[in-house]
């Protein structure tokens, strides 16, 4: 069993920055491949971004590549997404995702974080 823990959403303006983290439980952090999913009022939740066991691959959707970037502490249980240049576009409830394999899809997620908002003001 692992618990995923969100924080640091909230109310910024666009072009603004915030740093999300995801704290997990357990000493089998490094077993598991990560990702970032975020759900938008109304919209089917969609990837945002992934990351491997080890750290040395990432990939993100198209439309936060070279804003957006993940990574991980393998010794502090913790996966993050820094957030730069953000985008009313952006505004979501953005969701940790834990699996076996890249969570680049919801199939491939075996347990999810309870979600933080992160809200983008123009």
């Known amino acids: 069993q692992v618990q995923l823990v969100e924080s640091g959403g909230g109310l910024v303006q666009a072009g603004g920055s915030l740093r999300l983290s995801c704290a997990a439980s357990g000493r089998t952090f490094s077993s598991y491949a990560m990702g970032w999913f975020r759900q938008a009022p109304g919209k089917e939740r969609e990837f945002v971004a992934a990351?491997?066991?080890?750290?040395?691959?990432?990939d993100y959707t198209d439309s936060v590549k070279g804003r957006f970037t993940i990574a991980r502490d393998n010794a502090k249980n913790t996966v993050y997404l820094e957030m730069n240049s953000l985008k009313p576009e952006d505004t979501a409830v953005y969701y940790c995702?834990?699996?076996?394999?890249?969570?680049?899809?919801?199939?491939?997620?075996?347990?999810w974080g309870q979600g933080t908002q992160v809200t983008v003001s123009s």
């Open positions: 990351i491997s066991k080890s750290g040395g691959r990432t």
């Open positions: 995702a834990a699996g076996s394999f890249m969570v680049q899809v919801a199939r491939l997620v075996n347990y």
